[in-house]
């Protein structure tokens, strides 16, 4: 048959990508309402983890909207009503933060300049054109998921969802305002959650010292400055050396401030590290506040303030803290209580929008009880975080990660959902005198409602059931949850993932998600992490430019395990163009002895028999996209196409051609059309827009767009 001209020359992804896209858009199929599939089709959803409105997608946002993308168009294939569900994240810390440095780099104002309506719209604006250009990267990787659900953490329907579930949990006593040990970061003024700590490898220094000549026990910190907070020492109750002093009470005074110890035998402390004996301050330490509230002590005394500078009375009085350390070692010297000094890194905890170190400290905040009965449920909500996963109805790939999963629940602490920024859901808490309104805004005047905004993680946890419609009852939330498979990386695992299931289980009464898929790192050639400042950052718009959608789709596939890192360099994903293009030679050959008319003819034993292998690839392939082996599964077709299609059966076929034999030509012809209907099918999900410019080439009778086409399994 003559073959269109376009297989003439060179495949050219820039010449078809942007059509093939906007094809794939207007059929509607993105929408599993419009797929034609039986009343009874199984759905399967994907809730897509939202991307920061922060700036751009990088490769790792790449990794995971390829392998979720994969799984989506397979499941299509497979005759499943699909649902992928696309999305936006308002990553209120980050957000504001990068709004107020380009604010003050461009005009030299702060938010205080501003005022909180000004920087909000300026906010506001920033993040509508970064949406823009996400759903951009989005549409050029190929991501076929649903436009018309697509939903951002801070819109109407998920601030009424945010409002709703507060309310719910407020009223069930697993939301209190209470004072607690935050992080604060006095360059941001604001709490930050762990995720958002960076810890900084400094060199620092070990002091060991008594409080007082006369006090019997010496202590060990790097921190001495902290100790004219102390209320308390802490040794571990199977330490023979200081058991007689269990129970004591001394009065120091500790660098100018009168101070009263108790000692306390607790089996946190490590009789092995420094002396055994470690200085409680309560308010100045998440787990000294920990210890204090086992021992029933004092949590009371802050002697550091929001800008972390000293608040006792003399020779520390103002100073900041690290030059209150400096003056306390010295004090120490002067009075001859330190016994030894010696140098160690330490990891120092810093703020990772900011840079500000942070300084633990009581505060005045909005809490989730993660250790309290749920009403109707007989269980707190830290245990139906860990019961699912325990009980195998939530699965986490790689495995191994579900030990550390299990470990860092079972350590969770109360959960701090308030923020001192502006940009983000409104704590809906509402103040008239003494009087509290929890939810909704009161009618009547005199109300003032909280100035604090809420973790962005409050709202974003509730990511699988708000995009289906709760607090309503609808009929995607029934069809649709719980979702099947989240393809998160590994870094958000405790902080985002283990919130959904938090959120979902209190919320829906059920599990979020079935599967847990995580995603390592994405590192440039020589392993470093992809980053502004190395100036190493790959845009997978110009990957597409460059290469083509396709060949960095299968560049990032190939090879990446869950949770492992991989390196990735430009000449790894010209291999994958060279692929497509391959394949594109393998379909003009094909098309060039193709006869339409004789398209199924009977097959010769020999080409039966070819047949009969690509069938079991076939197999292999299904079951390795069934068990979410991505990376095997790309594999496979891969070394199928290039190896055995192109290098073997293609150039056994020239001189079949090339002869007089007519039947084994009508065979082969058969067979070549066979063999790359299967394969464009098989390879799909893995390059979908190479796949489909050929199959819309192929000379089949009712064809339909290959996206929508039968799974050849």
């Given at each position: ?546 290469f083509g959608a396709d060949a960095g789709r299968m560049a990032l596939v190939v090879g990446s395990t869950p949770g492992t890192d ?148």
């Open positions: 048959m003559a073959i269109p001209e376009k297989f003439l020359k060179p495949y050219d992804p820039r010449a078809v990508e942007r059509d093939i896209y906007r094809r794939w858009e207007e059929s509607g199929f993105f929408n599993p309402d419009n797929l034609v599939l039986p009343k009874d089709a199984p759905a399967f959803t994907v809730a897509m983890p939202p991307p920061n409105a922060t700036g751009i997608l990088h490769m790792g946002h790449a990794l995971g909207l390829t392998i979720q993308d994969i799984i989506v168009r397979f499941k299509r294939m497979r005759g499943f009503a699909v649902l992928w569900l696309p999305g936006t994240d308002h990553a209120a810390i980050a957000t504001q933060a990068r709004v107020e440095k380009d604010i003050s780099k461009k005009e030299g104002k702060n938010r205080h300049d501003l005022g909180r309506e000004e920087l909000l719209s300026r906010i506001d604006a920033f993040v509508a054109e970064s949406r823009s250009t996400i759903q951009k990267q989005i549409r050029v990787m190929g991501a076929s998921c649903d436009w018309s659900r697509e939903a951002f953490t801070f819109d109407e329907q998920r601030n009424r969802t945010v409002n709703v579930l507060f309310k719910r949990m407020y009223d069930a006593g697993l939301i209190y305002r209470g004072n607690r040990i935050v992080n604060w970061d006095p360059k941001g003024q604001t709490t930050i959650s762990d995720d958002e700590i960076v810890h900084e490898e400094r060199p620092g220094k070990l002091y060991t010292f008594r409080y007082a000549k006369d006090f019997p026990i010496a202590i060990a910190t790097t921190r001495p400055e902290t100790k004219v907070g102390d209320v308390a020492v802490a040794i571990h109750p199977d330490d023979a050396r200081y058991r007689q002093f269990v129970g004591k009470q001394y009065q120091v005074l500790f660098c100018d401030v009168a101070i009263s110890i108790t000692i306390v035998a607790d089996r946190d402390v490590d009789p092995n590290f420094g002396t055994g004996a470690v200085g409680v301050t309560p308010a100045h330490s998440h787990t000294d506040w920990d210890i204090a509230e086992r021992h029933n002590l004092s949590k009371d005394k802050v002697v550091i303030n929001e800008f972390a500078k000293m608040t006792v009375g003399g020779r520390l009085n103002g100073l900041k803290t690290a030059e209150a350390r400096e003056v306390a070692v010295a004090w120490l010297r002067e009075e001859k209580l330190l016994e030894k000094e010696e140098a160690l890194p330490q990891n120092i905890a810093t703020a990772e929008r900011t840079g500000g170190v942070i300084e633990p400290l009581p505060k005045l905040q909005w809490w989730v009880a993660v250790n309290k009965p749920v009403p109707g449920r007989n269980k707190t909500l830290k245990e139906l975080m860990l019961e699912p996963v325990r009980e195998g109805s939530i699965k986490i790939m790689p495995e191994h990660f579900e030990k550390t999963y299990f470990h860092w629940i079972e350590h969770l602490r109360d959960w701090c959902i308030s923020r001192q920024i502006w940009y983000g859901h409104r704590v809906p808490v509402w103040y008239h005198g003494e009087k509290i309104a929890v939810g909704e805004t009161p009618s009547e005047n005199g109300w003032i409602q909280d100035e604090d905004t809420l973790d962005t993680w409050f709202s974003s946890g509730s990511w699988t059931f708000s995009t289906l419609g709760w607090p309503d009852e609808t009929p995607d939330l029934a069809r649709f949850h719980p979702t099947d498979v989240l393809v998160p990386a590994y870094e958000i695992l405790f902080f985002w993932v283990a919130r959904m299931i938090l959120m979902t289980e209190f919320a829906v009464g059920r599990i979020p998600f079935r599967t847990v898929y995580l995603t390592g790192i994405i590192r440039d050639a020589q392993g470093r992490k992809f980053s502004k400042s190395l100036g190493n950052g790959i845009d997978p718009i110009d990957i597409a430019e460059k991989m390196r990735i360099a430009e000449d790894k994903i010209k291999g994958y163009k060279h692929f497509a293009n391959k394949l594109w030679n393998i379909a003009r050959f094909t098309l060039e002895h193709a006869d339409s008319e004789r398209s199924a003819e009977p097959l010769s034993e020999r080409d039966a028999a070819i047949l009969a292998e690509l069938d079991a690839v076939a197999k292999d392939v299904t079951d390795n996209l069934e068990q979410y082996r991505i990376h095997l599964a790309a594999e496979k077709v891969y070394h199928y196409i290039w190896h055995r299609l192109a290098d073997e059966v293609l150039e056994e076929s020239k001189p079949i051609f090339n002869g007089t034999d007519v039947d084994a030509q009508r065979s082969r012809s058969a067979l070549l059309l066979t063999l790359l209907d299967r394969s464009l099918r098989l390879l799909h999900p893995f390059m979908p827009f190479v796949t489909e410019e050929i199959y819309g080439a192929l000379p089949h009778k009712g064809k339909k767009l290959l996206m929508t086409e039968q799974w050849p399994v």
